[in-house]
């Protein structure tokens, strides 16, 4: 592109830095951070008053026309472009069976998942409509997370619906806050006092946690997801228990997420990753601006076995609280200034970002949306979303190539279980916890202890000689690079016991 297309050149964010440097680590691998918006439209709809508003919106949002590169410096910039062209592709299915019409869209779907970006090339978003009925049509919306968060993603449908009401014409819009201005604010934080906080924070840690233990190099391949549904008596009853003690829901999820990681890898001090919100309160109209936000902290644990866990949950919040100034910091700078390569591979995200309400809110009657559903991932071994809504849905993301699915099920069901204790009550003290089922306990317990055999009736002795002449030739001690077969030991041995015979 010619320089002249070149509006601005702004930094980057902290986890932007991250994806970006993600994305070229491994250009092999699948490209997990390309994010699928699936909206479900029935109604007359208006398909080049849908693609008018589109491109209305490319044309608002200057932190949608941007481009990533290193300078050479080696430090990495993003380039707003002045012009774009909005990729844009329309499929009708209309004269495909119903069942047909599903699994080519769902094909179309993971086709277009499946081309990620290029993040040198603006835009780095993409449009498909496909109509599968005369009333009604699914925009698949898709873009690299680099550019948007959760948050970004309300605002932009509520704006695109509305930007379609009047086909494209933005005149009767607000003003577009701009995305600089957050990047200014990081840019004027101390982070000097946000590296001794997070240095504290971490200080003495002896390790990273990890849920992952096999060793084993993570393919190419994209993530698996679990979805369960938690019911809706059991999210009720977590909500009146996080409000009875002041506590948010969030600091729940996270505690029991600390405790079931205790659990599997034997640590009373455990780190996984959190992500939060990172739009600052004392940005003017923050909330309405579109771009990458939020950011992933290290979130670090330690567990008494004795303390009840209402105490647990307490300093769980309130360290979250004293963090809460210094959450602009990148984890690769806290990594550093920890003096650890690597704090932690799983995560947890607490998504509340109310996407589809936004773009309801602003159709009327002859277009509704019926559905919404978004793909998105990480490039964690396991990763825990949390989304609230009717009961409380819990979706496992997990590398296929590292976890069985039966294994990632088992996780499930531990983490309701722990859940379901909290509800409860939290005068328990954390040892009392239970996260092992049933069955899992029998095994445990029952299971793995039953090592009873039939022996035969015969000294020690007897038994060594019969598996000499069994197997004289095999291995039967090995010692500083020293092998001896059972007829080498047998042979040893006899002169042993001759030598104290003789000595009496």
Known sequence: MKRSNIEDLLPLSPLQEGLFFH????????????????????????????????????????SLRVRFRYRKSGKPIQMVMGEVELPWREVDLEHLESAEQDAELARIAEED?????????????????????????????????ILLDGW????????????YKCRGDDSQLPFVPSYRDYLAWIARQDTGAAET???????????????????????????D??????????ADALSATARAHDLTLNTLIQGAWAILLSRMTGRDDVVFGATVAGRPPEIPSVDKMVGLFINTLPVRIRLDSSQPLGELLTQVQDQQARLMDHQHLGLSRIQRVSGHEELFDTVVVFENYPVESAASAALDE???????????????????MVVP??????????????????????????????????AAGLDVPVGRVDVLGEAERRQVLSGWNDTARRMPDA??????????????????????????????????????????????
């Open 152 to 163: 970004s993603n309300a605002v932009l449908f509520r704006e695109l619906f509305t930007l």
């Open 366 to 384: 002859e277009v509704q949306v019926a559905d919404i559903s978004v793909r998105d991932a990480t490039h964690y071994p396991v990763s825990l």
């Open 197 to 223: 906080a997070w240095q504290e924070a971490l200080a003495d840690l002896d390790g990273p946690t990890r849920i992952d233990i096999s060793g084993k190099k993570q393919t190419a391949a994209a993530p």
């Open 113 to 145: 998942r499946a081309l990620g970006f290029e993040l040198s090339k603006a835009p780095l978003l993409r449009c498909t409509l496909v109509r599968t009925r005369e009333d009604e049509h699914c925009l698949i919306w898709s873009n690299h997370h």
């Open 23 to 62: 994305s070229l680590y491994d250009n092999e691998a699948a490209d997990t951070y390309a994010v699928q918006v699936v909206i479900r439209l029935t109604g007359k709809l208006d398909t080049s008053a849908l693609r008018l508003a589109a491109e209305a919106m490319l044309a608002r949002h200057a």
């Open 459 to 504: 000294v020690l002795s007897e038994l060594f000689e019969a598996q000499v002449e069994r197997t004289p030739d095999a291995v039967a001690v090995v010692f500083q690079g020293l092998e001896l077969t059972y007829a080498e030991l047998n042979a040893r041995a006899n002169r042993l016991a001759r030598y104290l015979i003789r000595l009496g």
């Open 225 to 234: 997801r679990l979805t369960h549904t938690v019911s809706q008596e059991l």
């Open 389 to 422: 809504g009717r009961g409380l849905e819990l979706r496992l993301d997990y590398q296929p190539d590292l976890f069985e699915r039966e294994w990632v099920e088992a996780l499930a069901d531990r983490l309701v279980r722990v859940l379901g204790a909290m």
